[in-house]
């Protein structure tokens, strides 16, 4: 994985209770983001959580779009130093 070798991980941190299920972070990135059709909120693949707060992985270069993009601020994401 050449991202990981340049160094480029992030954590992502998604808050679930902020989220207003407009599908941006699922159309950005589907290989993370799914969006649940019961309750309409995203739900962040292959996550760890606790509660409303989950955390993943994304092997990134630079901070994940949906990250900057998401309207409710609902994700976070901050570089992994390895
Ligand atoms: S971009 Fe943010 S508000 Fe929109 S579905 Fe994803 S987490 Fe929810």
Do not use: V
């Amino acid at each position: 994985m050449q991202s990981l070798e340049t160094g480029g991980l992030f954590y992502i941190e998604y808050n679930r209770k902020r989220c207003i299920g407009c599908g941006l972070c699922a159309s950005i990135a589907p290989e993370r983001w799914i969006m649940n059709e019961k309750d309409g909120k995203a739900i962040l693949l292959q996550a760890r959580g606790k509660g409303h707060m989950f955390r993943s992985q994304a092997p990134e270069l630079q901070i994940p779009r949906e990250a900057r993009e998401c309207p409710a601020s609902a994700i976070t994401a901050r570089r992994q130093s390895r």
